[in-house]
């Protein structure tokens, strides 16, 4: 019998079981790694061998004692560098350099990339010091954000509406961060959309939108639908600026997720990721174009040739649902109302009566897919989702 490739992931969590499915469907021993070895995803996989994936020392370490063949990101920017990191000291293949995911999946960096090579994303200045940060809030216009530059999924992000709430933000975000350093950007107006791509040799071979929804944190997405409603609009000039990114940083094949704002019949992009979204972002891109979406993410990652990309393109209306709680407290029951539960064609909930929400602006305690008839349906029951789909918590 041949022996199976081992491939290391880099967390388990609900956001990171398709990654895991999808690499034991193709055939390697899968590894989950991580701080946390309550999460529903290590149930999944063939073995766990715990560590921190945001520190790339101890990840590489458990790398090197299972001798892998192969290092896939979870659904974390942290995960994405600590794998790029480990791919370029045991000499695998399917990630871009380290100094490349930095670049990218740091904030600041990505800022200082952008306004050298004229991407369009929000102004932006990076600093390692709150007095310098606060210093320079009082020459800028208000309302700006203020993020940690290596946070994902809303986290230590604030706006800043005057001099007076500037210092808690600038706070927040350098508590926040690992690395101690933050961006100030400017205020955008806009909807908010994501354009998922995978590249193949520097050139688009795909492309799936969103639009993208938050409940009580406005900084946390916890709903989409699929398509973007502007997609038509700003498809080819997204694609022209992957390609472009590509070019100049000589990116591998794989994925390139792209947040943007969408207004004036223009996009600005907010954040790029290199890695698979969270939430279960894969299933919605599944359904409606028949890929196995992680299984492209994994093999990508794995170093495996992707040049079989199938042409596929988007089709249908679907979507996705966090579950999340409207203030804390313990969980009374999860409600479903009648008008959207035909809609729902899988779910996945691993929270429920008598659990206890802690913080109700980032705990999720499930996630439902979902299935529209129409761009007008699905719309509409999105803007209703949290009245469609709410927890009562005492």
């Not at 306004?115 to 929000?122: L, N, R, S, V, Y």
């Not at 530059?149 to 926040?176: C, P, T």
Request: aromatic fraction near 10%; proline fraction near 3%.
């Amino acid at each position: 019998m041949t022996k199976k490739k081992k491939l290391l992931i880099l967390n388990g969590s609900h956001s990171d079981i398709p990654l895991i499915k999808s690499a034991k469907a193709l055939g390697f021993y899968v590894i989950t790694t991580g701080n946390n070895p309550r999460l529903i995803g290590h149930r999944y996989s063939d073995e766990q061998c715990f560590a921190d994936f945001s520190e790339p020392d101890d990840v590489l370490a458990v790398a090197q004692k299972l001798k892998i063949d192969g290092v896939c990101s979870c659904s974390n920017d942290f995960g994405i560098i600590s794998a790029s990191y480990i791919s370029e000291k045991m000499n695998l293949s399917g990630h871009d350099s380290y100094e490349t995911t930095k670049i990218l999946h740091q904030k600041d960096l990505f800022k200082k990339f952008s306004a050298a090579h004229d991407i369009p994303t929000p102004y932006a200045e990076s600093f390692d010091n709150p007095d310098e940060a606060l210093s320079a809030m009082g020459r800028r216009k208000f309302p700006l954000i203020v993020k940690p530059v290596d946070l994902s999924g809303g986290k230590g992000v604030s706006i800043a509406r005057g001099v007076q709430d500037g210092e808690s933000a600038v706070n927040l975000s350098f508590a926040s961060s690992h690395l101690k350093r933050i961006v100030v950007e400017d205020f955008r107006e806009g909807s908010q959309h994501s354009f998922s791509t995978f590249i193949v040799k520097g050139r688009v071979v795909f492309h799936f939108s969103d639009n993208e929804y938050s409940y009580l944190n406005p900084f946390l997405v916890s709903t989409s639908a699929a398509p973007a409603v502007n997609v038509d609009a700003v498809a080819g000039y997204l694609v022209d600026v992957v390609e472009k990114i590509a070019g100049l940083l000589s990116l591998k094949d794989g994925i390139f997720h792209i947040q943007y704002l969408y207004r004036n019949h223009k996009a600005t992009i907010l954040e790029i990721t290199r890695r698979c979204s969270g939430d279960l972002y894969s299933y919605p891109v599944d359904y409606s174009t028949g890929l196995d979406w992680a299984g492209w993410i994994v093999k990508a990652e794995a170093g495996m040739d992707c040049s079989d990309f199938p042409d596929v393109t988007q089709k249908g209306y679907c979507g996705r649902h966090c579950i999340m709680a409207p203030r804390n407290g313990t969980i009374r029951q999860i409600m479903i109302d009648r008008q959207i539960e035909d809609n729902i064609y899988d779910r996945l909930i691993w929270s429920g009566k008598g659990d206890r929400i802690n913080n109700y602006l980032a705990d999720k305690t499930g996630v439902v897919l979902l299935k529209y008839d129409s761009m007008d349906e699905m719309l509409d029951k999105t803007e209703r989702m949290n009245q469609l789909i709410y927890m009562d918590v005492l």
